[in-house]
Structure formats: C-alpha cells, structure tokens
C-alpha cells in the first residue's frame, strides 16, 4: 500500500511542479513580451503551489526527508529513542488532527459557494489540500509507527 500511494504522490507533485514551470514561463511571456499578463496563470499557480506544499510536505514527511531537529535526541540513549520518537509522533498526530483536518474541514465548510476571481474555480477544492494533506499525513505517521515497534527489540532478561 505504501508503495502505491508514494508513486501516486510522486507523480501528482512531480506533474504539479511540471504545469507550474510551464505555466511560470507562459507568465512571463505575457507579461513581458505581449505587455498583457495572463491574471488566469496568476491565480493557478498560487492555488498550485499550496497543493504542491501541503502534498508534497505530506510526501518529505512519509519519506523522513522532513526538517528535524536531531541533536537533542542524538544525546538520549539509545534504550529510550523510542519514547522520544513516538513522542513526536504524538505532536505530529496533534497538529494532524487539530490543525489539517479539523481546521481542514471547517475551513472547507466555510468555503462552500465562494468562486475565484480569475479561473473560476470553487474555493473549497484549495481548502481540500488541507485535508487531503491531513489524511495522507496520518497514514505516514501509522507507518512510521509500525515501524518504531517493529524495530524495538523485546528486552529479556
């Protein structure tokens, strides 16, 4: 499963990225040699570029490329680096839950009948990345978890 939904995610940001360089130059060219920016390109590219965030920073974190800060766990020992991991997780899961899906969703509802200016696109479908983020965040994060378990060596003695 996690294979497929990496290659899905990768695809859909490396595509993303790939319509935002496109659409980028058409920009300038507009702007600069016809001397008539397109507003259309304008607006697509700021609702693409908050997609490729929210999905693409879902994909860094599922593949552990995330920022982090690791010198303060590098000093605990090793015996009890699974506490500190499953305690960020812990965090991670809170600011998931609160933030992208709760807010997500509220955010969405708030949205429901509002158009863009420019492309004419409903404006809950840029509050969709929330959620869509949300979920695909939670399910690296249960990942990451079986795999802090599965790594942890039973102790007996």
């Given at each position: 499963m996690r294979k497929?939904?990496?290659?899905?995610?990768?695809?859909l940001t490396c595509s993303l990225m790939t319509v935002m360089v496109i659409t980028a130059c058409w920009q300038v060219f507009t702007r600069f040699v016809l001397s008539a920016p397109s507003t259309v390109s304008e607006e697509f590219l700021r609702y693409s570029l908050i997609w490729l965030t929210m999905v693409g920073s879902a994909y860094a974190y599922g593949k552990k490329k995330h920022l982090a800060v690791v010198f303060v766990a590098?000093?605990?020992?090793?015996?009890?680096?699974?506490?500190?991991r499953l305690l960020v997780e812990?965090?991670?899961m809170v600011f998931i839950v609160v933030i992208l899906l709760f807010g997500g969703i509220k955010a969405y509802q708030n949205a429901v009948g509002q158009i863009s200016s420019a492309i004419g696109m409903p404006i809950e479908y840029l509050y969709l990345s929330l959620i869509v983020s949300g979920v695909l965040f939670l399910f690296y994060l249960v990942l990451h978890v079986k795999e802090y378990f599965a790594k942890a060596k039973p102790t007996s003695q």
């Amino acid at each position: 499963m996690r294979k497929i939904v990496d290659t899905v995610t990768a695809v859909l940001t490396c595509s993303l990225m790939t319509v935002m360089v496109i659409t980028a130059c058409w920009q300038v060219f507009t702007r600069f040699v016809l001397s008539a920016p397109s507003t259309v390109s304008e607006e697509f590219l700021r609702y693409s570029l908050i997609w490729l965030t929210m999905v693409g920073s879902a994909y860094a974190y599922g593949k552990k490329k995330h920022l982090a800060v690791v010198f303060v766990a590098r000093k605990i020992p090793e015996k009890y680096q699974i506490f500190v991991r499953l305690l960020v997780e812990a965090v991670v899961m809170v600011f998931i839950v609160v933030i992208l899906l709760f807010g997500g969703i509220k955010a969405y509802q708030n949205a429901v009948g509002q158009i863009s200016s420019a492309i004419g696109m409903p404006i809950e479908y840029l509050y969709l990345s929330l959620i869509v983020s949300g979920v695909l965040f939670l399910f690296y994060l249960v990942l990451h978890v079986k795999e802090y378990f599965a790594k942890a060596k039973p102790t007996s003695q």
